[in-house]
């Protein structure tokens, strides 16, 4: 398991129908997305940021989970800084502070949504709902079953890869090339004899192609869909009070 | 390095993540990648329905992209967790079906990892499921074919080289263009944001995209020596009675094939 997994399976708010919570970060995304950043981008941080709270998520891997993104964005945004192709080559770019600083600020609301969702929502909760949508049966199979076989994947990676360090496969960085090399190896041999394995063992129980699983019922309350949606429109309608107002 | 440093949500990755494209470019780059994606599934659904066995494979394919692109690679910079899997992927597994592998690896990793957005996740697949994989196809037939005289050894490796390195480059160079034409520069329009933005990744990724290759290339070593017979179902190696180069997607098929055949004779 991930961490934002594993978070999203302790939340607060795991009860409650994924709808329900796409009805919620879907709307601060499209606030975040749609609206100008100031205050948009600020107001959909508060509101992220207050969500979060209520549902408990950890704020210590919060932030650890928004670092990457947050580093993506900052290294995206500070070009906008400089221009190019002007009389000097590299020049200071007029306004480019007040630009960078939306797009930042955009992309990091944004991020938070995503995030919120993320750690709320178990991946297994989405998928037994992606069985009842439109796209191909063969399809929606193959993303379950990528999903069921990733986890122990994923568990056997850490376990080869901690048995390589602890025989300072990642001492050097020459070592680091060979040992990332052979885990890369092993876990293709691996995943293959597994899928092999698992078929045999299906077809032994009269495997028909499909791999049904239960899914606990949660009924979508048109009270919490309402809940849910009542943030981001009160976002957008103070965001277009303040633009109307100024 | 501990076991989590070693793998774990981790440093910088070509992932745009969310809101970081206007909703029209991350419509658009949504729609650049559809046919790709629609042809890759069309493809999985007549192989599957033909062959259920299939399914289990492509699942346990899908699985190891995940997890490959989940690793992270000793770089310049310490560690970084990269798409390994794009070039290796498309090696294996061909371009058509690395779009619907590469996009359900981008979904998990935006739900599971954080890496990458939902809004953007046309986008990254158009960067790291199409144009990277069709690279590195690309560029692992035309060292293949040069190479073509050299000694069976050499040849892969230069190839599966050629192939995780113009990946890596690729991805970085499509992502590039997607950020330039969402943020252009004021006074160099596309082309200068272009620049700025290839300048600071290719700091970064130039290094990268050699290691990934080694790795790439080690990977494959290591495959030829425990795992021939797979390799030359899926058309990697040259098997001593060559097999036409068109088998494609067949490989999945000809490997559960044979496994009921085994299954029978037993």
Same mark, same amino acid.
């Given at each position: ?11 607060? =708010? ?9 009805? *919620?970060?879907?709307?601060? @995304? ?61 020049? =200071? ?27 709320? /929502? ?12 439109? +796209? ?8 379950? +079953? ?7 994947? *994923?568990? /056997? ?10 025989? *300072? ?32 063992? @299906? ?34 309608? @103070?965001? *277009? ?6 | ?22 909703? !029209? ?28 066995? &299939? ?64 809004? &953007? ?24 074919? !040069? ?23 690729? &991805? ?30 290719? !700091? ?18 290591? !495959? &030829? ?42």
């Amino acid at each position: 398991m991930t961490p934002i997994d594993t978070a999203a399976y302790r939340s607060r =708010w795991r009860r409650y129908h994924p709808a329900v919570k796409g009805v *919620l970060c879907g709307g601060l @995304l499209a606030c975040a997305l749609l609206l100008p950043p100031w205050p948009g981008a600020a107001l959909v941080a508060v509101a992220t940021l207050a969500a979060a709270t209520a549902a408990r998520v950890p704020p210590g891997l919060l932030v650890r989970v928004a670092a990457a993104p947050l580093l993506f964005v900052v290294t995206s945004a500070a070009p906008l800084l400089v221009t190019v192709g002007g009389p000097e080559t590299l020049a =200071w770019a007029e306004g480019g502070a007040a630009r960078a600083a939306e797009v930042a600020a955009r992309a990091s609301a944004a991020v938070g949504t995503q995030l919120l969702f993320v750690l709320t /929502t178990p991946v297994a909760d989405l998928l037994a709902r992606l069985a009842r949508t439109r +796209l191909p049966t063969a399809l929606v199979e193959v993303v379950a +079953l990528t999903y069921q076989m990733l986890m122990v994947l *994923l568990r /056997t990676a850490q376990r080869v890869a901690s048995g390589q360090a602890g025989r *300072l496969g990642y001492h050097s960085r020459r070592a680091g090339v060979r040992s990332a090399g052979a885990l890369g190896g092993v876990l293709f041999v691996r995943s293959l004899d597994r899928a092999r394995r698992l078929q045999e063992g @299906l077809a032994c129980r009269g495997y028909t192609g499909r791999l049904t699983v239960l899914v606990a019922e949660q009924p979508v309350r048109p009270v919490e869909l309402a809940a849910a949606a009542a943030p981001p429109l009160l976002v957008a309608a @103070l965001s *277009l009070a303040h633009a109307a107002l100024l | 390095m501990t076991v989590h440093e070693v793998l774990e949500i981790g440093p910088p990755h070509m992932h745009i993540p969310e809101g970081l494209l206007p909703p !029209l470019h991350a419509a658009a780059w949504t729609a650049a990648a559809a046919p790709f994606v629609v042809h890759g599934v069309r493809s999985l659904t007549r192989e599957v329905r033909a062959n259920p066995d &299939t399914k289990l494979l492509l699942g346990a394919a899908g699985a190891f992209c995940f997890v490959l692109s989940a690793l992270k690679i000793p770089s310049a910079t310490g560690t970084s967790s990269h798409p390994v899997g794009v070039g290796l992927g498309a090696v294996l597994f061909r371009p058509p079906v690395m779009a619907v592998l590469g996009t359900i690896t981008l979904l998990f990793q935006a739900l599971l990892l954080a890496h990458g957005g939902l809004s &953007t996740l046309g986008a990254n697949a158009f960067s790291l499921a199409v144009v990277g994989p069709w690279v590195a196809y690309g560029a692992f037939r035309l060292v293949r074919s !040069l190479t073509a005289r050299s000694s069976e050894g050499l040849s892969l490796s230069a190839s599966v080289f050629a192939a995780a390195f113009s990946a890596s480059l690729g &991805t970085y160079t499509v992502t590039s263009l997607q950020l330039a034409l969402a943020h252009p520069d004021p006074e160099g329009g596309i082309v200068g944001a272009f620049v700025k933005y290839a300048t600071i990744f290719s !700091l970064t990724q130039i290094p990268i995209a050699v290691i990934e290759g080694l790795i790439t290339v080690a990977v494959v070593r290591i !495959l &030829t020596s425990v795992s021939r017979g797979d390799l030359v179902r899926l058309g990697v190696l040259r098997p001593s009675a060559a097999p036409p180069s068109g088998t494609r997607t067949a490989t999945t098929t000809a490997t559960t094939a044979e496994d009921r055949e085994k299954g029978s004779t037993e």
